[in-house]
């Protein structure tokens, strides 16, 4: 077994390792695409990237990864003294141009295939069985005359052959696609990367659709990069020409396109940073801009599979005082009672509402946030949902008890209140020797 590097002791590593265990579970079987340019296959850190995809392919990933080849073809156009043209950002592709794609885009997939071939001792491929599939999978149709400039060979997706596509994986193997497109009368065309990706993906119904970019992701005016994005944010960004960056520029419209198309996640991760796509997939939080088509957090009712995640949240806060213990056991059999904040399937908010007997009242109970949400308005949100679930039940009065955060909660409305103030039932309860500050709260009960 390899020594760990100096800069990653066990006990970094291993936590890093355990908190990586929901993601390897949740990705096996599912279907990733990922989209990359010549740029990319000529940098120093392409090598690495494809240890990155043996690692995916390992973990149970059904992988799909397509390649441009933008610079090798300007190079080739450079070397006999050609001259590119574009229209509307588009390249014409004449039949010396086509040559030089064809040629190009054969070069680069040998090496593509050559890389993840490799098994040797003592690297991160040692032991890889990889295979690698390409054909003509794309069906393509030449765009014709566009500004009075006929585009010649330059193309666009007409079609994936999915089941074909599908069985490839469903067989082990890792599918490669370049950027050219095949017509049925035997033609060949020049496509972007960025088409044949998001067609590639919206047609086999991709979990994932990752592409690699200058760019960290879709950064803020302040330069801070946006972990997130829905369709529509990402849409008025673009009406409002707020994406900087040309990169972000031309990717976050065919993130919006692939979402809108069915793919539940699209990432937008730099190229330039080593480890950034694995980083962005094994993290909570990622490296880059993740796109969907709704919000990835919501408010709703706790279900018995949520059990788990609710303990990981509260046992830290149970630890230290701030919440009293309660058992697997209790909290199965109440789990009924409470609701949680869900952020991209992970649990990171609870609290629960306890109806008292006797009283028209209620006790809010349980309010807890992962750390790395705190700041935000998550606790408002749970409290929110717990208020509003009060009044439909016709509970006029709420109460909480707490050691550690009472300002917090008069911050929310709550006042202060002795003890006594209780329903009797809860009076009964209350545990002297821990000495809770009790707040309550008047709530309009909502009207049948």
């Keep these: 077994m390899a020594d760990l590097p100096d800069a990653l002791p066990h006990e970094r590593f291993v ?6 265990a929901p993601y390897i579970h949740a990705f096996r079987g599912r279907t990733f695409v990922v989209a990359f340019g010549g740029e990319v296959i000529d940098s120093d850190l392409f090598v690495g ?3 990155d995809f043996n690692l995916l392919a390992a973990l149970g990933v059904r992988l799909v990864l397509v390649h441009g080849a933008r610079p090798q073809m300007e190079a080739r156009l450079d070397a006999r003294g050609a001259q590119s043209r574009y229209v509307r950002d588009m390249r014409v592709t004449d039949e010396a141009a086509m040559l030089d794609a064809k040629e190009a885009n054969g070069r680069l997939r040998t090496e593509i295939e050559a890389l993840l071939s490799m098994g040797l001792p003592n690297s991160p491929m040692a032991g890889a069985n990889v295979r690698v599939t390409s054909g003509n999978f794309v069906v393509a149709r030449p765009i014709g005359v566009v500004d009075g400039v006929d585009m010649q060979y330059t193309g666009a997706v007409r079609k994936v052959h999915a089941d074909a596509l599908i069985k490839r994986l469903d067989d082990g193997e890792l599918v490669l696609l370049s950027s050219l497109g095949y017509s049925p009368t035997g033609e060949v065309f020049n496509l972007t990367l960025e088409d044949v990706a998001v067609h590639a993906a919206v047609a086999i119904g991709a979990d994932k659709l990752i592409f690699l970019m200058d760019e960290p992701g879709i950064v803020d005016a302040r330069g801070t990069t946006r972990r997130e994005l829905t369709v529509s944010q990402a ?3 673009l009406a409002r020409r707020q994406v900087p960056g040309a990169d972000g520029a031309l990717y976050l419209p065919f993130a919006v396109r692939a979402s809108r198309g069915g793919v539940k996640r699209v990432h937008l991760v730099s190229e330039t940073q080593d480890g950034a796509l694995l980083a962005e997939l094994f993290t909570h939080d990622g490296v880059g801009t993740m796109v969907t088509q709704d919000p990835l957090e919501r408010v709703r ?5 949520d059990v788990g995640g609710v303990l ?6 149970e ?27 992970v649990i990171v908010g609870c609290a629960a509402l306890y109806p008292l007997a006797g009283a028209a009242a209620g006790e809010l109970a349980c309010l807890a946030v992962a750390a790395d949400h705190r700041g935000g308005d998550a606790g408002e949100r749970l409290l929110g949902a717990i208020e509003k679930q009060a009044r439909v039940a016709g509970i006029g009065e709420l109460f909480v008890l707490t050691t550690r955060t009472a300002h917090w909660f008069v911050e929310q409305g709550f006042a202060e209140v002795d003890p006594a103030a209780l329903p009797p039932s809860r009076q009964q309860m209350y545990n002297w020797q821990r000495r809770s500050k009790v707040l309550r709260k008047a709530l309009e009960v909502a009207a049948e």
């Design 15 to 20: 936590p890093y390792f355990r908190a990586a």
């Design 49 to 51: 990237l494809t240890h």
């Design 235 to 237: 849409d008025d960004l």
């Design 301 to 305: 009712l706790a279900q018995v599979d």
């Design 312 to 317: 990981r949240l509260i046992e830290p806060l």
């Design 319 to 345: 630890a230290d005082g701030t919440l009293v213990k309660r058992s697997r056991e209790l909290l199965e059999i109440e789990i009924g009672r409470f609701t949680v904040l869900e952020h991209d399937g």
